[in-house]
């Protein structure tokens, strides 16, 4: 391919001899109309396709971030985008780069994570010519077009503007997801003479409002509804609209039930937000609901398509109103009411518009019981917790584990989730309401901690020029898949903060085993050796590394980490029976699989 690699000062050998110099070159051209988007990030591995990019984006401002494996750049950029509510940018190599996105691809259109992935490739009179034993070169298309809402190829330099308004218009249109652009070797340095960019209204639909007239609908049902809910997911934190819903919720006067998608708090909401079947105010408020407004959520499995389970009582009785930018999304995995269809962002603001014009509402009777009785149930579960091992004697519980971790969870941070069973425990006894949350739920993707830690800090710190802390609460398998990207927490000197619990195992795969097959088999393939030493890999990589035994132990260890900042990683032996066989409300996780059946 090096051959094919137009020189920086020369046009590509494909361009007409004599051709003038225009202006842009299309690298550059690319990057402006990212920027038009608010993009300040681009995550990938460099190579001759990306070197321009690279150091223009570099020079412009931008956070360039290289990775130690192709998929965590995407997981990174998918972090990213979630954090700003914009789309973000990755790129692979051609061949071998492309092939390790894949995961993140995949993950990325299950997660409905608007990234855009720019693939290297030779130049086109390379990929079409007849010839065996070619170099680095696969075709690449076809592998990931399945995988994303968009896939197209810069075959001409003055299709730059179209191809990449397209992927970003179809990658945030509907249910947002990714979108591919091949970057072929031949037209990196043409050289394009084009208007400045358009902003993102002159050539895409932004902030769709949703129809008046359902809109009033909405708002005459929610003014008479004795116990309305606001079930909000996971679109709503990804598109920034927490001040908004906080406005909602608060004119409503009702509790918020939060989705397994979208586990961050509102800021302003805490005490009446509660997550959907892990807490007993929000059974209890879903049931009595005789209106729900539900927001930028699939309705899925975990949520039980809004009809099953926690939702058969009183199904008669519920309205539904559903804001959802996909216009197919409507009526699928339940009937509506009133379907309101337009992007979050604009149709929350004209519902309480609305609502304020009818006059609002009065609180819902048992609002300040579920709060009352949601704070109670966390202090008793934290109590619980405390009558657990701590470690002393013998290895820590889980329970502990989670407390004592999320107690010490810092103010304004983000929290970032990884792993199995321990994840299990934390969405029962998370003693903390981050107000950003980010971690795999649809696709269940484990391994995605650390770049997505990495990713959402940067990105954040680029967005706002403001330095959060984070907390990665992690299981160890997990986080040995991408444990490389400490380096990336070291090189940019991320106040990070990960907590691994230790039980040397697969974990909740062993609790498989065990109620499979009772106690006693081989339980072949999930265990590993005991040998391994977080706190010391940490050391190697340049971060700090602790190792902790008692629970007490636990939140000094996470302040001095912030108090010296930096990234630090926190070893925390646990019992991996407890983390097997002790997880609490397992049954409720196993309805999330195919309506409880599998
Ligand atoms: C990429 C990927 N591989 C495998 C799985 C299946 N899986 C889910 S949890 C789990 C065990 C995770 O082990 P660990 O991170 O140590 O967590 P623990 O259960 O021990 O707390 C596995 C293998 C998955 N969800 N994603
Ligand atoms: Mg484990």
Known sequence: MYDDQPAADTLAPE???????????????????????????????????????????????????????????????????????KPALCIGTLGPGMANLMPAIQCAKVENDPIII???????????????????FVRQEPMIEDSVKFSSSIEYADQTDEI????????????????????????????????????????????????????????????????????VGHGVHTSKSGAAVRELAELMQCPVIQTSGGTSFIEGLEDRTFPYGFSEASIDAVVESDCCVALATELGEPSHYGR???????????????????????????????????????????????????????????????????????????????SKSDGSTAKMHTSQ???????????????????????????????????????????????????????????????????????????????LFHVGELEVAVRKNLPLVIVVGVDFQWGLEVGVYKRTFGHGTKETGVHWSDKVRFDKIAEGFGAAGEYVEKAADIGPAIERAYARGGCTVIHVPIDPAANSEEMPNYSEFRTWYAEGTQ
Do not use: C
């Open 164 to 231: 990449v308004r397209e992927a970003i218009r179809v990658a945030l249109s509907g249910t947002p997801g990714p979108a591919y652009i091949e970057f072929p070797a031949h037209i990196i340095l043409e050289e394009l003479d084009l208007p400045p960019v358009l902003p993102p209204h002159r050539y895409r639909l932004t902030d769709q409002g949703a129809d008046g007239d359902r809109i009033a609908e909405a708002a005459e049902i929610i003014r008479n509804a004795k116990n309305p809910v606001l079930l």
């Open 401 to 479: 584990f989670v407390t004592e971790a999320t107690k010490a969870f810092p103010k304004d941070g983000i929290l970032i989730r990884d792993g199995g069973a321990t994840v299990i425990f934390q969405w029962t006894y998370s003693q903390a309401k981050p107000h950003d949350v980010i971690w795999n739920q649809n696709y269940g993707h484990i391994g995605t901690g650390l770049p997505y830690a990495t990713g959402a800090m940067l990105a954040d710190q680029a967005a706002t020029g403001k330095v959060r802390p984070g907390m990665l609460l992690t299981s160890d398998s997990s986080f």
């Open 118 to 136: 720019m693939g290297g490739q030779r130049a086109r009179i390379t990929e079409r010519r007849v010839r065996r034993g070619r170099i680095q």
């Open 15 to 85: 361009a007409p001899a004599g051709a003038k110099k225009k202006g842009t070159p299309v690298f550059k051209r690319i990057l402006d109309l990212f920027e038009a988007e608010g993009i300040r990030t681009l995550f990938g591995i460099p190579d001759p396709n990306f070197v321009h990019l690279f150091l223009e984006a570099e020079t412009r401002g931008w956070t360039v971030v290289s990775p130690h494996h192709e998929a965590s750049a995407g997981h990174m950029a998918a972090a990213a985008a979630r954090i700003t509510g």
């Open 308 to 386: 099953w389970r926690h939702w058969v009582d009183n199904e008669a009785n519920r309205k539904w109103i559903y804001v959802q930018q996909d216009p197919t999304a409507i009526g699928v995995n339940r009937p509506i009411d009133v379907p309101l269809v337009g992007d979050v962002r604009a149709v929350v603001p004209q519902l309480s518009r609305a609502l304020k014009a009818l006059g609002g509402r009065s609180a819902s009777p048992s609002l300040s019981e579920y709060i009352q009785r949601d704070a109670q149930q966390l202090e008793e579960l934290a109590e619980d917790a405390g």
